[in-house]
T-cell receptor, first 114, second 115 residues
Framework: AQSVTQLGSHVSVSEGALVLLRCNYSSSVPPYLFWYVQYPNQGLQLLLKYTSAATLVKGINGFEAEFKKSETSFHLTKPSAHMSDAAEYFCAVTTSGGSYIPTFGRGTSLIVHP | DVKVTQSSRYLVKRTGEKVFLECVQDMDHENMFWYRQDPGLGLRLIYFSYDVKMKEKGDIPEGYSVSREKKERFSLILESASTNQTSMYLC??????????????FGEGSRLTVL
């Protein structure tokens, strides 16, 4: 079985500050990991994914995430927040050779203050 | 560009009505999914389908049914809508399991209000 925990249902940052959204997973086999972003009243779109290549993954809009097997984490970061980054962010996990159905975290709402 | 299209962005229905939510994808994906999204609960899987005429229950199938008569189309049906089915409904698709990392492609969502 696989699971995802996103710490903090809401994260608030000032414009220009570091963004850090936390994701921890559990999986008995090597995982595939994803971050999706959802802007208000829209569907989810892929931000970035880890599929067992480089552990530091770069995505769209300046976001990146690092896969740390020892910590079972896949935290999302961005050096400098922009107002347009305000959205809901979801972490998800699937497993290679296993179920192709992702397990999602409950989401973290990123609030950016001017 | 890849596309998952949900037929209605906003719907208002009355209790007891039959509701159809339609989803079409143009990526030739085998797998299609219906989720509902509620504040604080994240995404919950209602049904999924890995082939035409095939369907599998997700985590919360009660009160819903689905239909997949063609590969590109996956419909969610609420036989008798109730107020607790007021929610955002998201359709998604992905490649067949053998070539699949589990990456999902989502539609824009259908916000259903049941009065």
């Amino acid at each position: 079985a696989q699971s995802v925990t996103q710490l903090g249902s809401h994260v608030s940052v000032s414009e220009g500050a570091l963004v850090l959204l936390r994701c921890n997973y559990s999986s008995s086999v090597p995982p595939y990991l994803f971050w999706y972003v959802q802007y208000p009243n829209q569907g989810l779109q892929l931000l970035l994914k880890y599929t067992s290549a480089a552990t530091l993954v770069k995505g769209i809009n300046g976001f990146e995430a690092e896969f740390k097997k020892s910590e079972t984490s896949f935290h999302l970061t961005k050096p400098s927040a922009h107002m347009s980054d305000a959205a809901e962010y979801f972490c998800a996990v699937t497993t290679s050779g296993g179920s192709y159905i992702p397990t999602f975290g409950r989401g973290t709402s990123l609030i950016v203050h001017p | 560009d890849v596309k998952v299209t949900q037929s209605s962005r906003y719907l208002v229905k009355r209790t007891g009505e039959k509701v159809f939510l339609e989803c079409v994808q143009d990526m030739d994906h085998e797998n299609m999914f219906w989720y509902r999204q509620d504040p604080g609960l994240g995404l919950r899987l209602i049904y999924f389908s890995y082939d035409v005429k095939m369907k599998e229950k997700g985590d919360i199938p009660e009160g819903y049914s689905v239909s997949r008569e063609k590969k590109e189309r996956f419909s969610l049906i609420l036989e008798s809508a109730s107020t607790n089915q007021t929610s955002m409904y998201l359709c998604a698709s992905s490649l067949f399991r053998g070539r699949n990392t589990g990456e999902l492609f989502f539609g824009e969502g259908s916000r259903l209000t049941v009065l």
